[in-house]
C-alpha cells in the first residue's frame, strides 16, 4: 500500500498570503497525484488531477506540482473561502486508493 | 448538473447489517466507474470499494473485503454498499463518488454522504 504523507498537519496564514502545503508518497506514483479540499460540513471538492491541472472551475490560485514522490499545492493569495482541510490522494498503485492525512489551512 | 445523493445511514449494533444507496443524475451512470469512500468522525478520507462502469470488476480495501459488497443497478443510475458484519470502527459519513474519466481513479463528483453509526 502507497502511505500519502501530508506537512504540515496545520498551516496558519493570514488572508492574502501565500499558502504551500506538502504531500509525499511512500513510492512513485508518477503524476497519478489528485488534491481535494474539504469544508466543515461539506463533501471534498476536486481541485487538482494530474498532479497539476485544475478541474473545472477551480481558480487559478490554486496550482500544483511535482512528480514521483513529492509533490506540492499552492494558494497564491489566500481568500476567506480556501480555509479548509485539503488532502492529496495517489491513483497510480491501488487497490488501495490511498489518501494523505491531510493539511487544515486556518485563518491566523 | 451532476447529482449525487446517499441514503440508508443509521445506527446499527455491532454485527449488524446496513446497505447504503447512492442515487445519481446528470451523467450517464453506466460510463462511470464509481466508488465508496469514508470519514470517520474528526479524521481523514478513506477509499473502500470500487466497481468498474460495467460492474464486472470490483474492489475492496482489506478492512471491508469479505464483509462490505458494491453493486450498481444501471437502469436506476443508483449505486449501492451493504455492509455486514459492522464493527465499531466502521462508524463514518459514507461517500459515494464518481470517477472523473474511466482508467483515472480520482473523484470528481460526490454526494453529501450518509453517517453510519455502529453502537451498542
Redesign the interface.
Known amino acids: 500500500e502507497i502511505v500519502m504523507t501530508q506537512s504540515p498537519a496545520t498551516l496558519s496564514v493570514s488572508p492574502g498570503e501565500r499558502a504551500t502545503l506538502s504531500c509525499r508518497a511512500s513510492q512513485n506514483v508518477r503524476s ?1 497525484l ?1 488534491w ?1 479540499q ?1 469544508k466543515p460540513g ?5 481541485l487538482i ?1 494530474g498532479a497539476s491541472t485544475r ?2 472551475g477551480v481558480p487559478a490560485r490554486f496550482s500544483g506540482s511535482g512528480s514521483g514522490t513529492d509533490f506540492s499545492l499552492t494558494i497564491s493569495s489566500l481568500q476567506s473561502e480556501d480555509f479548509a482541510v485539503y ?1 492529496c ?1 495517489q ?1 497510480y498503485n ?9 493539511t487544515n489551512v486556518e485563518i491566523k | 448538473q451532476v447529482q449525487v445523493i446517499e441514503s440508508g445511514g443509521r445506527v446499527v449494533q455491532p454485527g449488524g447489517s446496513l446497505s447504503l444507496s447512492c442515487a445519481t443524475s446528470g451523467f450517464t451512470f453506466s460510463d462511470y466507474n464509481m ?1 465508496w469512500v469514508r470519514q470517520a468522525p474528526g479524521k ?4 473502500l470499494a ?1 466497481i468498474s462502469y460495467d460492474g464486472i470488476n470490483t ?4 478492512s471491508v473485503k469479505g464483509r462490505f459488497t458494491i453493486s450498481r443497478d444501471d437502469s436506476k443510475s443508483t449505486l449501492f454498499l451493504q455492509m455486514n458484519s459492522l464493527r465499531f470502527e466502521d462508524t463514518a459519513v459514507y ?1 459515494c463518488a464518481k470517477d ?1 474519466e474511466r482508467y ?5 463528483s ?4 450518509t453517517l453510519v453509526t455502529v453502537s451498542s
Not at chain 1, 491501488?94 to 491531510?102: D, E, I, R
Open positions: 497519478n489528485a481535494y474539504q461539506q463533501a471534498p471538492r476536486l488531477y478541474a473545472t488532502y490522494q491513483y491501488w487497490p488501495p486508493l490511498t489518501f494523505g492525512g491531510g | 466508488h481523514g478520507l478513506e477509499w470500487f474492489y475492496y480495501r482489506d461517500y472523473h483515472w481513479y480520482y473523484f470528481d460526490w454526494g453529501q454522504g
